[in-house]
């Protein structure tokens, strides 16, 4: 039984109509290619998936989609405001907080939305928002001196 | 050696341009790739650690609306593949030698219906006596894994006996006598855990068929002209007819090596004659995984009073679950490296890898060496506080130098482990910390503790091909993947630098086995080092050749050029120039014709015969030198450890990207830190316990300690621009490190991985029970 849906995402209007078994993330992947969402457990326990619904940083994976009517939900593709990337990404690639990348969009979602509360987090705050999203890569220093980085970026730009 | 300064581009941090589209999830991994018509897959794995398969009845499955194809064995060639030895097959034939081996495949319309015509598959099965422990495993009369291993193909002189599908034994000098001229004796047995590489991205592939029966696979591996090998050998299929692009990747740190979904998704795509994606849940990748292998390492070592190490003899025992893999290579290592970076005129070292039905083990970041170091680092720890020595003066006394020889006959080169262990303990002020107190408050203890690594450099063949484009850009194919560690963006600055372009001017082009050349993979932090001379070669034929061409254009008469910001001029005379793209422009329409620089590396060690029983590695070109310092507080009422800092100084011979090479010590610290202290597949009868990342814990950013990388740059002889690759030595100094500091906080030496709060308990009981 199809159910049908509305919602914002990234600014845009949607009506889907959706499987009850159907996850916020599969809607994003694979009905809409915003791929910018990665898929690392499916169980809620790496952050790959994160996205942004009304303002706070959720796991996609763990969202049916029959649960998001009405929501407005942002990607990391909904960053970009014409054509220029958004401060706290061009953080990230300036402090070298990217490797692999694979969880980078989740990082920088879950780092927005605490910066969006607490535009002067300090490293503990950092630390505490970002507990959920597992970077096996970098070792976490340069993330968090890219969350630094981008606050005071974002910041200067208002 | 040439001076850093003279480099416009080596040696100056640099941003990743591939970071840009990774920020904004526009990089296209694996499971983000799709093609018209492409069907799903997933995977029947074994449940079984040892049964003969009586039966496979795939009908139900097939007859679900949406299943396009099933496979099994009997689709699969009868070929047996493998790096070192010939001992797989695509799908289990005949029996299944682990959980998590796959039996059957099914492509569907989705993934969904795939996932419910697996579980429509009737396999019957036999139980066969399983074993789980290697040294059981080992017995005479213990149940055969692979009752055909004498007659498989191999690599290595072979030594086979039951389920042993290595032995290997190597000597140098007397160490009978040497135990007898030791003052102390120390026998010690250290146990390694296997270790899930934690990559984010799960394994995947794409396979597609053309109408020629060629096939394409684009898949997130690490080693691609080393998978179409292995998809040709395992297929059947000549070289020609496979073609493997690389995607991007999501991490991989040695779980991503030859081949392992892609097979599968090939053979899928073939009989369905559709494109077919495969790729793993999580759980699926940690039950089908490649896990970095245990190990049992039983060491003895012989001291004089003064501090002289004597002898050392290791026998190390190595559980390659149900196929070898990689754990024979990983042994090769871990043997040649059993010394440590020490002096030890009389050594002897025994490997053994023992099949059993536990999971598929293979290798990760820093191969056997890894277990090794874990076991000689703390070793040296227990017998410094034995001989009440400093265990920095302790080491300090038996530092190998040049010219020194390994276990292996090879002689040592470019050994610095004493610059890097003099500026790592000059950094962390070891002295006077050693001495502070070590309590805090109650319950809580500090402690600080040391280890050095050593590693080999250099490893097999790479090839480069530089094509100078009409704008005066560079194109640059090589077979390395960029794993996510920037090697692309170190790459671009070495062809850069020879080149005397920008480094926005080069790219490094995405790998296809069609058109990269040869490349033995991402793997055994040869990607600097050896594709970095390929590079750096190909780079300069290509320049020798601009060169030809703007002698003659320039009037210089065979005086000396240079080429800088892609343009080239007369030394002497910097007036004289013309830009690379009017060079191009003349070469193009005029005189010359194109430019493609070309260059294949293979490292040649100064050292070119193996020596010992069953020994299955190259030499090594060089070596890898580093320190780490590791301070933490113990609780010692929870048993909890709280890693506060990690002082890591790497010698990088010539730090190309320095930012870089400060990030790879970042995450290869805090990996190393999970082995030491959290992670570990808890295998119980064959199957893990622990497939999900709730369960597997991996560091968080809560656990991330301070990290104060240590950059030392002394050039290597052979390395690009005096480069040595840094990817894996990170990685291995933390676990010893960190088990030396735990014992300088609270006393107590715990000597099986990882640390776990339950362990550390245990051992102060112990104590605790001793001193009663
Ligand atoms: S995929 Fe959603 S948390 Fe990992
Ligand atoms: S950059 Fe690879 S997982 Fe974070």
Redesign the interface.
């Known amino acids: 039984m199809k159910h049908a849906i509305e919602l914002t995402i990234n600014g845009k209007c949607y009506q889907i109509e959706v499987e009850p078994e159907e996850r916020l993330l599969d809607v994003l992947r694979d009905r809409l290619g915003l791929i910018g969402a990665k898929e690392g457990c499916s169980t809620g326990d790496c952050g790959a998936c994160t996205v942004l619904m009304n303002g706070q940083a959720v796991t996609s994976c763990m969202i049916l989609a029959v649960a998001v009517d009405g929501a407005d939900i942002t990607t990391i593709e909904g960053l970009e405001k014409d054509g220029e990337i958004h401060p706290l990404q061009k953080a990230f690639i300036e402090e070298g907080a990217v490797q692999c990348g694979y969880c980078t969009p989740g990082m920088i979602l879950s780092a927005l939305a605490l910066l969006k509360e607490n535009p002067e987090p300090s490293d503990d705050e950092i630390r505490r928002a970002l507990a959920g999203n597992l970077c096996r890569c970098t070792g976490y220093t340069r993330i968090i001196a890219a969350v630094k980085a981008g606050a005071e970026r974002m910041k200067n730009h208002g | 050696m040439d001076d850093q300064k003279a480099y416009a581009i080596v040696g100056h941090s640099m941003?990743?341009p591939?970071?840009?589209?990774?920020?904004?999830?526009?990089?296209?991994?694996v499971?983000?790739f799709r093609l018209p018509g492409m069907l799903f897959a997933r995977v029947l794995w074994s449940d079984r650690p040892h049964a003969r398969i009586l039966h496979i009845d795939t009908r139900q499955a097939l007859d679900l609306p949406g299943v396009y194809t099933v496979v099994t064995a009997d689709d699969a060639p009868n070929t047996r593949y493998g790096v070192y030895l010939k001992d797989q097959l695509i799908f289990a034939r005949g029996k299944v030698r682990h959980i998590g081996e796959p039996v059957a495949a099914v492509a569907a319309e989705s993934e969904?219906i795939a996932e419910k015509a697996i579980e429509k598959i009737v396999v019957q099965y036999e139980e066969l006596p399983a074993i789980f422990e290697p040294i059981e495993a080992m017995k005479p009369g213990a149940p055969l894994i692979h009752p055909d291993l004498e007659s498989y193909e191999a690599t290595y002189p072979k030594i086979v006996k039951g389920n042993v599908c290595l032995y290997t034994r190597l000597s140098m000098g007397d160490t009978e006598k040497g135990f007898e001229d030791a003052d102390y004796v120390f026998e010690d047995t250290f146990k390694t855990q296997p270790m899930y590489?934690?990559?984010?991205?799960?394994r995947g592939a794409v396979a597609s068929f053309d109408f020629n029966d060629k096939l394409t696979v684009w898949t997130s591996n690490q080693q691609i002209l080393v998978c179409q090998a292995e998809l040709a050998t395992a297929l059947e299929m000549p070289m020609t007819q496979v073609r493997v692009i690389g995607t991007?990747?999501?991490?991989a740190?040695g779980g991503k090596l030859k081949t392992s979904v892609e097979p599968i998704a090939a053979l899928l795509a073939k009989k369905s004659g559709r494109p077919v994606r495969l790729v793993l849940?999580?759980e699926e990748d940690f039950i089908a995984s490649r896990a970095r292998a245990p190990y049992i390492l039983r060491l003895k070592t012989g001291v004089k009073a003064n501090g002289k190490i004597t002898a050392k003899s290791v026998e190390l025992i190595a559980d390659c679950g149900g196929y070898s893999d990689h754990v024979v290579g990983t042994m090769g290592l871990a043997v040649s490296f059993s010394q440590g970076p020490y002096k030890i005129p009389n050594a002897e070292a025994k490997g053994y890898c023992v099949y059993t039905n536990n999971p598929n083990y293979s290798c990760m970041r820093a191969y056997g060496v890894h277990q090794m170091c874990f076991a000689t680092e703390s070793q040296m720890d227990i017998i410094a506080s034995k001989i009440g020595m400093d265990p920095a003066e302790f080491r300090r006394r038996n530092l190998a130098e040049d010219g020194d020889v390994l276990v292996t006959t090879q002689p040592l080169r470019s050994v610095t482990v004493d610059q890097t262990m003099a500026q790592v303990l000059k950094a962390c002020h070891w002295e006077e910390k050693r001495k502070a107190s070590k309590q805090r408050g109650v319950k809580n203890f500090y402690g600080i503790g040391m280890a050095n690594t050593i590693l080999n450099m250099g490893l097999l063949s790479s090839a480069a091909i530089v094509k100078i484009n009409e704008d005066g850009t560079a194109s640059v194919l090589t077979g390395a993947v960029d794993?996510?560690?920037?090697n692309h963006t170190a790459l671009a600055q070495i062809a850069a630098e020879e080149l005397g372009m920008k480094p926005n001017d080069v790219n490094i082009a995405a790998v296809d086995s069609d058109s990269s050349p040869y490349d033995l993979g991402q793997i055994a932090s040869r990607t600097i080092f050896d594709c970095g001379n390929a590079i750096k070669l190909a780079a300069n034929d290509a320049r020798r050749q601009l060169f030809a061409t703007a002698d003659e254009v320039l009037g210089a008469e065979g005086r000396e050029l240079r080429a800088s910001e892609g343009n080239v001029y007369v030394r002497d005379e910097p007036d004289k120039k013309i830009s690379i793209r009017d060079l191009m422009g003349y070469r193009l329409y005029f005189k010359g014709g194109p430019i493609i620089g070309r260059a294949g590396w293979l490292g040649k060690p100064g050292f070119d015969h193996l020596v010992g029983e069953g020994y299955p590695q190259p030499p090594s070109v060089t070596f890898v030198f580093g320190t780490h310092v590791a301070e933490v507080e113990v609780d010692v009422g929870t048993g909890q450890v709280k890693v506060e800092r990690i002082t890591a100084a790497h010698d990088v011979g010539r730090a190309i990207n320095p930012?870089?090479v400060?990030?790879q010590i970042?995450?290869?610290?805090?990996?190393g830190m999970g082995y030491a202290l959290y992670e570990e597949m808890q295998i119980h009868e064959g199957v893990v316990q622990n497939p999900?990342?709730?369960n597997y814990r991996?560091?968080?950013?809560?656990d991330?300690p301070e990290?104060v990388p240590i950059i030392l740059e002394i050039p290597e002889e052979y390395g690009p621009f005096g480069a040595k690759g840094i990817g894996e030595p990170t990685n291995m100094g933390p676990p010893p490190a960190i088990a030396n500091a735990i014992y300088n906080a609270v006393g107590v030496r715990v000597k099986e991985l990882p640390i776990t709060p339950e362990r550390l308990l245990h051992a102060l009981d112990d104590k605790k029970t001793r001193e009663a």
Do not use: S
């Open positions: 941003l990743r591939d970071a840009r589209e990774k920020v904004r999830g526009r990089a296209v991994y499971a983000d969904a590489q934690g990559y984010l991205e799960p991007a990747i999501g991490g740190f849940t999580r794993l996510g560690t920037g930012l870089g400060a990030a970042e995450g290869g610290v805090v990996q999900d990342f709730l991996m560091p968080t950013i809560l991330a990290i």
